[in-house]
């Protein structure tokens, strides 16, 4: 076998920072950057996003770091509005108060005026203290034109059992800025009144996060994080609807605005497991269950295997599995005469089930770059025939389906 | 808190009690050094899966801060 100068010359070049016990490369590598594109579209002409990101950490030695993150968030389609389906046309004033759209008989009543742009920026700065402990400094803004989120976070990490149990300790808090157009509506008054205020809301989150990430063995590890979040403030979505049906024909004859508690505190429990296989193919399975004062339970179950193939190109194929229960205050719709204090109608806050098929395609093309496409599937189903329908609404499908599909790729390179 | 948060918190205690003398040698960390076996290894792909589920299901959250809320709950 005849080897050329350059080869040689490589070789001796790894042979001897394998010595030295460095790698020629990552000395040189200042820089690791992560960029991406996804691509979301939910059918039926429902919400449909595109969104670039890119993420840059500078290495600044002795395994401290700085991350600055930017994303750009374009979505457009239409939102189903949380008022229910009628065998007759019906019309809806626009959140902006000027104008109104129109629903066709027996169609699920979409918001049409969905449109946005969303910036987000992020920085993160990791940082030794000593041997076996790290900090972690934490900053978000994000804004749209109707929304404005800011939050800060900390995150301590300690090292016990020669390294191979790290305890962590979070705290975030986010203050968010709502500026609805149109401004923030009286909740549960008459869409048909526009009774709205002036001004802007507010909410405050604080979320704390206690952790533990444990060595099994060589090849697999575990964590368990157990999460509390407070929210305080406005929690309504200025844009959802809950109708109100007259009590024989199920039709509706009004539309109210929602209203939700002004707090929410949530606590979650997640764990997670990895391990490789002796052919590199590796497992990942995680769980969260996530209870709220709502009312709103959940489970999330989420696993993929990453098959290593040849050449440095891997498949993986994923499947998560949601379920949640309703928060107490959501309703399909109201009587007339019914005065509850928080009312919403909002698909989210319905008792569901959710499934992620997919799978992940991609190449690590050497230790500088890396690609991969993300293609999946995501179905959300509820009860569209709930036994309290009467009426008209017997015959109608009061939480149709959500699908939509996820295409993704990811560009990785180091310099 | 629940019957079930605290039944789990529990079994957690439990298997990490149990686990406290599992762990490696340091130079037996050579799979747990490797990118691909780090808990946050697809952060992008995590961060967006995390604002897509935030924007469509009532729960979020778990696995750390997502960070840079939407108004799109």
């Avoid at chain 1, 004062?293 to 295997?305: A, K, R, V």
């Avoid at chain 1, 690609?371 to 499908?397: I, V």
């Amino acid at each position: 076998m005849q080897l050329s100068n350059k080869k040689i010359a490589g070789m001796l070049s790894a042979a001897t920072c394998s010595l030295l016990g460095t790698s020629a490369q990552a000395e040189d590598d200042n820089w690791d950057v992560d960029t991406a594109v996804l691509y979301y579209d939910e059918s039926d002409g429902r919400v449909s996003a595109f969104e670039p990101v890119i993420s840059a950490t500078r290495d600044l030695g002795d395994d401290e770091s700085l991350t600055f993150k930017l994303v750009l968030d374009s979505l457009t389609g239409s939102s189903a509005s949380g008022a229910v389906p009628s065998t007759q046309v019906q019309v809806f004033t626009r959140p902006s108060g000027d104008g109104s759209y129109r629903v066709e008989p027996n169609e699920t009543p979409l918001d049409p005026s969905f449109k946005d742009t969303r910036l987000s920026f992020s920085m993160n700065w990791e940082k030794p203290v000593d041997r076996n402990n790290r900090r972690n400094l934490g900053f978000n803004f994000s804004h749209e034109y109707d929304f404005t989120s800011v939050s800060a976070n900390a995150m301590w990490q300690h090292d016990t059992n020669q390294r191979n149990t790290t305890w962590s300790y979070g705290l975030n808090i986010e203050v968010d800025d709502i500026d609805p157009v149109g401004g923030p509506p009286e909740a549960l008054t008459s869409m048909a009144d526009q009774n709205k205020a002036s001004g802007t809301e507010d909410r405050t989150i604080v979320d704390l996060l206690f952790g533990v990430t444990q060595v099994i063995d060589r090849s697999s590890l575990f964590q368990v994080n157990l999460s509390l979040s407070e929210a305080d403030g406005y929690m309504t979505d200025p844009y959802k609807l809950v109708s109100v049906v007259d009590n024989t024909t199920g039709q509706p004859i009004d539309h109210l605005f929602e209203g939700r508690p002004d707090s929410r505190s949530r606590q979650s429990i997640y764990g997670k497991y990895k391990k490789m296989f002796a052919n590199k193919n590796i497992f990942t399975a995680s769980y969260r269950y996530m209870t709220d004062d709502w009312g709103i339970d959940s489970d999330t179950f989420d696993f993929n295997y990453r098959f290593a193939l040849s050449n440095g190109y891997y498949i993986q194929p994923r499947f998560r599995w949601y379920q949640q229960t309703e928060a107490d205050f959501y309703n399909y719709f109201l009587l007339p005469g019914e005065t509850p204090s928080d009312a919403s109608a909002d698909y989210r806050l319905g008792e569901m089930e959710a499934t992620t098929i997919g799978f992940k395609f991609g190449k690590d093309i050497d230790e500088q770059q890396a690609w991969s496409l993300r293609l999946e599937l995501y179905e959300q189903t509820g009860e569209g025939s709930p036994s309290e329908a009467f009426g008209q609404l017997a015959q109608q499908d009061l939480y149709p389906d959500v699908e939509a599909t996820i295409v993704q790729f990811n560009y990785s390179f180091r310099f | 808190m629940n019957l079930k948060l605290h039944w789990l918190l529990l079994s957690t205690l439990l298997i990490a009690s149990g686990c406290s003398s599992l762990g490696v040698k340091p130079w037996e960390r050579e799979i747990l050094a490797r990118e691909d076996m780090l808990m946050d290894a697809d952060a992008l792909d995590l961060a967006f899966d995390e604002h897509i589920y935030f924007s469509k299901e009532a729960s979020s959250g778990g696995q750390g801060f997502s960070g840079g809320g939407c108004g799109c709950n």
